[in-house]
């Protein structure tokens, strides 16, 4: 019956009815979230982002972004995406953003790209703001490793904007990876961010590291500077540094040294910190990672 009701939806993304083509546009791509799929749709998606209509383009950017997350794409699409850019709707240009970024993971990159998105960190839509920093956060770890630059890097920091920024450490957490290892110029970069001056930032890039290792991307190289945030300052990154050790030891990443450090951290002042430490710590007893009944308690 999905798979009807997609093709259905398909089917009416060339509807005379423009409410019509915005609606299936939109459960195209909400399909393609959830892992339905169909390699017709692209063709048809490519041709709405030129529709006389804001919501249709919107929508059929969306849809495009999903089907790229999936590793399915119409490279004819990438440069019509780009002319959106220029869009006079915001939540288009949002939209495309997204898109142009889930393109930019797939290898597909375009320099045209980079000035009006650095335009784009200072507009007056903050979710585009942050998927701006995101996209551009791609483009700058490529740079990274290809060609040792972070200048693109250091001028989106400069923005001083926590939405821009927080994009900027999930892009560069999500795509430093390759074949299960990460490069050495991504992990310069990671630990550039762990030790940022903005709190968000060393949140960010700590959530993210700890979402890496619970998919078993683990590198021991990046213990330490989590280690270090276990005394920061922020009660938030604290949280999500003990998230990332944790799962870093339950995939083996020197699980001994770093339970040591987490059973160290027990008497932290603020209440969600030993909370999240407690949950960390019961999840890797039931490993077998830490002796059970530690002399070691969880303060209330």
């Not at 991504?186 to 959530?207: M, N, P, Q, W």
Request: proline share 3%.
């Amino acid at each position: 019956m999905e798979s009807d009701n997609l093709e259905k939806q398909i089917n009416l993304l060339t509807d005379p009815d423009r409410m019509k083509r915005s609606q299936a546009a939109l459960r195209v791509g909400r399909s393609a979230l959830h892992g339905q799929l169909n390699g017709r749709a692209l063709k048809l998606l490519t041709n709405l982002l030129r529709d006389t209509d804001r919501e249709v383009r919107m929508n059929s950017a969306f849809a495009i972004g999903e089907y790229a997350s999936r590793e399915i794409f119409d490279r004819e699409a990438l440069g019509w995406l780009i002319k959106l850019l220029r869009d006079w709707s915001s939540k288009v240009r949002c939209r495309a953003t997204t898109a142009i970024g889930e393109y930019a993971r797939l290898g597909l990159y375009s320099k045209r790209i980079i000035k009006p998105l650095l335009r784009f960190l200072t507009d007056d839509d903050k979710e585009l703001r942050a998927n701006a920093g995101w996209t551009l956060g791609i483009y700058a770890l490529r740079d990274i490793l290809e060609k040792g630059n972070s200048k693109l890097m250091e001028r989106i920091l400069k923005t001083r904007d926590p939405n821009v920024n927080v994009g900027l450490s999930i892009a560069v957490g999500d795509c430093a990876w390759e074949n299960g290892h990460i490069k050495d110029k991504a992990l310069e970069a990671l630990i550039k961010l762990l030790s940022h001056k903005d709190s968000r930032i060393r949140e960010g890039t700590a959530f993210i590291l700890g979402q890496n290792a619970e998919n078993n991307l683990t590198d021991e190289r990046i213990l330490s500077p989590l280690l270090n945030l276990l005394g920061d300052d922020n009660p938030t990154v604290r949280s999500y540094a003990i998230f990332a050790l944790g799962a870093h030891a339950r995939r083996g990443a020197e699980k001994k040294h770093v339970v040591q450090k987490l059973l160290a951290a027990t008497r932290d002042p603020e209440e969600d910190v030993r909370e999240t430490l407690k949950n960390t710590l019961f999840r890797l007893e039931l490993d077998g990672l830490r002796p059970p009944n530690s002399n070691s308690k969880i303060l209330r």
